[in-house]
């Protein structure tokens, strides 16, 4: 089984910054694209940001210029800066990955994290 764990959310400012990590662990053959989600209060969980296992970063044209993908494969990691906050960012921020396992190394499977909630709000 494979396990995801966001952390870095939290409550902060108009204009201020957030790192977000989202760490896989468990019986790990191979991570494909990792990908950041995000659900506002009442609506649909929208798409942020991917990356791929070749490490090619697409955007939201609604965070384009402002949040950051990256990742660091020896850690599974992949993380999400994201800078000059505006309160429509608010909302829980969801990892996504893309899993192949040992015991079956050739089907990947898609695994989500719990979210982290992230508010913006003076």
């Known amino acids: 089984q494979v396990q995801l764990v966001e952390s870095g959310g939290g409550l902060v400012q108009p204009g201020g910054s957030l790192r977000l990590s989202c760490a896989a662990s468990?019986?790990?053959?191979?991570?494909?694209?990792m990908a950041w989600y995000r659900q506002a209060p009442g609506k649909q969980r929208d798409w942020v940001a991917t990356?791929?296992?070749?490490?090619?970063?697409d955007y939201a044209d609604s965070v384009k210029g402002r949040f950051i993908i990256s990742r660091d494969f020896a850690k599974n990691t992949v993380y999400l800066q994201i800078n000059s906050l505006e309160p429509e960012d608010t909302g829980v921020y969801y990892c996504?990955?893309?899993?192949?396992?040992?015991?079956?190394?050739?089907?990947?499977?898609?695994?989500w994290g719990q979210g982290t909630q992230v508010t913006v709000s003076s």
């Open positions: 996504y990955a893309e899993v192949s396992v040992v015991a079956a190394p050739l089907i990947n499977r898609v695994y």
């Open positions: 468990g019986s790990i053959f191979r991570i494909n694209a």
């Open positions: 990356i791929t296992a070749g490490g090619l970063s």
